[in-house]
């Protein structure tokens, strides 16, 4: 009667064995699984959530700057009144460009198709933030006395505007999220959320010079 029992042990270990088995396939799966999520996450999907568009005409700030006495203030400046004039508009351009200086595609095409036609440049703007944000450039040049690099990098040495990249969804520039799809950066331009404003502000309000951090403090720049 012994017998039967010994045999029920028997089965009963291989059975426990075939369990353990199963479990290396699992993991493996469960692996490779996570290493396909993160190449699809942050490979595969940055492309298509961004379209790119090519700016209406192709801008040598490197050029300009070298032409002009002020630098950006030439062409992005304060006025009278104390609000920022943003992105140039064409009567900023005319005096310079009633006709095409050389034989530059680009600058025919900008002489032909906007100057001559009275017709706006309908720029894509790199630091274009959501419709719900105010940004005062004179509260942060003015009164912050921070460089234009600090947001906007080095683009007043360039000779050729970058593509524009726009997020599919919410539409704005893919330069306010930044390229690193996990948020990271190296410098103060590589992106433009609102953690990086945030930080900056709770850095000055610790020395004193920001009160936009402090209650209701965010109803100055979110409307």
Not at 25 to 36: K, N, Q, R, V
Not at 59 to 82: K, T, Y
Not at 84 to 107: F, M, R, T, W
């Amino acid at each position: 009667m012994e017998e039967p029992k010994a045999n029920v042990t028997s089965s009963g270990s291989e059975h426990g064995e075939k369990e353990d088995g199963a479990g290396g396939p699992i993991i493996l799966f469960f692996i490779l699984g996570l290493i396909a999520s993160l190449l699809i996450g942050w490979v595969a999907f940055p492309p298509l959530l961004y379209s790119q568009k090519k700016q209406p005409i192709d801008f040598n700030h490197a050029l300009h700057n070298g032409l002009v006495d002020n630098g950006c203030e030439s062409c992005h400046f304060f006025r009278e009144d104390g609000t920022y004039s943003g992105v140039p508009k064409l009567a900023q351009c005319i005096e310079c460009h009633e006709e095409p200086n050389g034989e530059d595609p680009e600058e025919i095409k900008f002489v032909e198709e906007y100057v001559k036609k009275e017709r706006e440049v309908p720029w894509l703007v790199y630091s274009r933030q959501q419709p719900c944000v105010f940004f005062s450039h004179a509260a942060h040049v003015k009164a912050g006395g921070m460089d234009c690099v600090t947001c906007h990098g080095h683009i007043g040495e360039s000779e050729t505007l970058k593509v524009y990249e726009e997020n599919r969804i919410t539409g704005i520039s893919r330069d306010i999220w930044g390229r690193n799809i996990a948020g990271f950066k190296r410098n103060s331009w590589d992106r433009m959320k609102m953690n990086d404003c945030a930080d900056c502000h709770a850095e000055a309000r610790v020395s004193g010079g920001s009160v936009q951090t402090q209650r209701d403090g965010c109803l100055v720049c979110h409307k």
